[in-house]
């Protein structure tokens, strides 16, 4: 809990529809030919949303990029999940906004990327905040393992995180690691991580205020353009096919299998009549649970599997692994 | 529970053994020309399994027939989703065996089908048999909606169900349009149904004995060749052409979604550590999330929403109700 604040609401839903709009407008440059359609929705009990969608783009195959802001009265035992106390008092209300945005290329070389960021904030009835935190991250799953990719997209969060404060990537990129988990498939990370973070207030990063936490989600909220668009760039016009074309369909499947069976965000908006669509539209356009590909030892392919272990990747910046060597050895 | 009985359990395994060489000819015959791969494995805590996968059949996308057998202790508290008592005696044992078969055809025009018997029995530490039942069951998911399949598959069921009690086809068949429901696509359903039973005990089939049960188990294993085997020989010929073939890939992500998000079986198995390619062999081989086909209202596709809702299909049994004209018009 924090002590008496000005509500953040208003500018919070503001923040958000122009990070929404900038995040929209970086993705259609970096498609380079694809559009976007929107659908706007509102909750029956309260607020609502934009999804915007991009199908069959140039560079993507699919992204979504979505937001919402909703409020309303949080019901006895539903704070639970976001650590609140059972016990609030009666006539308590929310207010919640955010953007998050997955992007699905085309090309199995450029990586899938993830991110989100979200602001809550709970009032008492009177509309007085009495607690308020940010949450988002973003992370990068790759299907070609180019280790020099996940260097930059790491060493990019870094320069982010620190320029607010200097503890948060060191301590928001163990908990991506330790979020993006399969743990059904003997605990294989989803990607090569990125950055997690979640209730993050004042009292919880060295006196930051709630206008400083502002500035720091809305710096993730802005990151994709350096941490992401250099890897596009990088990797669009690589040659492949069908072997190509396969793995990255396969590997997709445990994309889906993250978002169905683990995320918190997805469960927990399926199981609270969340738009049905808006929450789905992270799956990836298209996955295949078709026999496993046998990894040669050593081939690029096995080498993502390697690539999927936790690690330092700054220190591991150093430029090219011969990435590219390797691809042209692989076909 | 009930009174002493033998153990079926050896029975049982050499019973699921033989089921599951019939059910994998089958599907070989059906297919015409695919071949399965075999994979056996052991569990470290005893027993274990035979996995067999038909990829790129002829007939068939993706056909897994999965056996397995296995045994231990009961802990405390984890016969609680089966519905036992959380106070099981020190030392309660466990024997459970069961064949469980999903089959992707390649064609749009022949539904996907599931079908799983088990045979479960509770010991306690001297080995006597305390309590033992049956469950299974077997459903349909089409993707054209031919209201002829559904019918015919149901009859053979209601056919299966009343030659061993005149109250199951009425009790299993709601069952399972209950079961298999996506609670978060507003309720729809996965597929035409079929039946569903669990923890069927001579107690709650009205003087059948647990031998009694298992030759209807056995039937119902065996009731592919009649209940699907037709609908095969009537649909695999059908053209289909890019449009259905989207279609069929988008209504298997809903397959995915059931899977993951809500099937009790895979949860439990991912969860308790079973093989997780034995568990996940249901997924279908290829599936898109991408852009919801836009339905013409009274088109051939349209027409699924209708045939999804649970209806009483052996009073549609008339032959034909213009299927194959309907197909004709929508392409």
Same mark, same amino acid.
């Given at each position: 809990m924090t002590d008496g604040f000005p509500s953040l609401a208003a500018d919070a839903e503001r923040w958000i529809a122009e990070l929404h709009d900038d995040v929209t407008a970086f993705f259609r440059r970096a498609d380079g030919g694809g559009a976007f359609t929107e659908e706007r929705w509102t909750r029956p009990s309260g607020g609502g949303g934009v999804t915007r969608v991009m199908h069959d783009g140039v560079t993507f195959e699919k992204v979504g990029v979505n937001r919402s802001a909703v409020a309303g009265e949080l019901e006895r035992g539903t704070g639970a999940p976001m650590g609140?106390? =059972?016990?609030?008092?009666?006539?308590t209300r929310f207010f919640a906004t955010g953007v998050s945005v997955v992007a699905h290329p085309r090309s199995p070389m450029v990586p899938t990327v993830h991110l989100n960021v979200r602001y809550f904030e709970v009032m008492a009835a009177?509309?007085?905040?009495t607690d308020a935190w940010f949450g988002g991250g973003t992370d990068l799953t790759p299907y070609y393992p180019f280790a020099e990719d996940a260097a930059h997209f790491h060493t990019e969060l870094h320069r982010v995180c620190s320029a607010h404060h200097p503890e948060f990537y060191g301590t928001f990129k163990p908990w991506c690691d330790r979020y993006?988990?399969?743990?059904?498939?003997?605990?294989? =990370?989803?990607?090569v991580g990125g950055i997690f973070f979640d209730q993050l207030r004042p009292a919880s990063a060295g006196g930051l205020t709630h206008r400083d936490l502002m500035a720091f989600a809305d710096a993730v909220g802005r990151v994709l353009p350096a941490a992401y668009g250099t890897i596009i760039d990088r990797r669009r016009a690589l040659p492949y096919g069908e072997r190509e074309r396969r793995f990255q369909l396969y590997r997709r499947g445990r994309y889906v299998e993250f978002n169905l069976l683990h995320d918190r965000g997805t469960l927990f908006g399926l199981k609270t009549g969340a738009r049905v669509e808006s929450v789905l539209m992270?799956?990836?356009p298209l996955a295949c649970w078709d026999e496993a590909p046998a990894l040669t030892p050593g081939s690029f392919e096995a080498r993502l599997t390697e690539m999927l272990?936790?690690?330092?990747?700054l220190q591991n910046?150093?430029?090219?692994?011969?990435d590219v060597a390797m691809l042209a050895t692989a076909r």
């Amino acid at each position: 809990m924090t002590d008496g604040f000005p509500s953040l609401a208003a500018d919070a839903e503001r923040w958000i529809a122009e990070l929404h709009d900038d995040v929209t407008a970086f993705f259609r440059r970096a498609d380079g030919g694809g559009a976007f359609t929107e659908e706007r929705w509102t909750r029956p009990s309260g607020g609502g949303g934009v999804t915007r969608v991009m199908h069959d783009g140039v560079t993507f195959e699919k992204v979504g990029v979505n937001r919402s802001a909703v409020a309303g009265e949080l019901e006895r035992g539903t704070g639970a999940p976001m650590g609140l106390s =059972a016990d609030l008092p009666a006539g308590t209300r929310f207010f919640a906004t955010g953007v998050s945005v997955v992007a699905h290329p085309r090309s199995p070389m450029v990586p899938t990327v993830h991110l989100n960021v979200r602001y809550f904030e709970v009032m008492a009835a009177d509309g007085t905040p009495t607690d308020a935190w940010f949450g988002g991250g973003t992370d990068l799953t790759p299907y070609y393992p180019f280790a020099e990719d996940a260097a930059h997209f790491h060493t990019e969060l870094h320069r982010v995180c620190s320029a607010h404060h200097p503890e948060f990537y060191g301590t928001f990129k163990p908990w991506c690691d330790r979020y993006f988990v399969n743990s059904h498939r003997h605990g294989e =990370a989803r990607g090569v991580g990125g950055i997690f973070f979640d209730q993050l207030r004042p009292a919880s990063a060295g006196g930051l205020t709630h206008r400083d936490l502002m500035a720091f989600a809305d710096a993730v909220g802005r990151v994709l353009p350096a941490a992401y668009g250099t890897i596009i760039d990088r990797r669009r016009a690589l040659p492949y096919g069908e072997r190509e074309r396969r793995f990255q369909l396969y590997r997709r499947g445990r994309y889906v299998e993250f978002n169905l069976l683990h995320d918190r965000g997805t469960l927990f908006g399926l199981k609270t009549g969340a738009r049905v669509e808006s929450v789905l539209m992270s799956l990836p356009p298209l996955a295949c649970w078709d026999e496993a590909p046998a990894l040669t030892p050593g081939s690029f392919e096995a080498r993502l599997t390697e690539m999927l272990q936790p690690r330092d990747w700054l220190q591991n910046a150093e430029p090219a692994v011969n990435d590219v060597a390797m691809l042209a050895t692989a076909r």
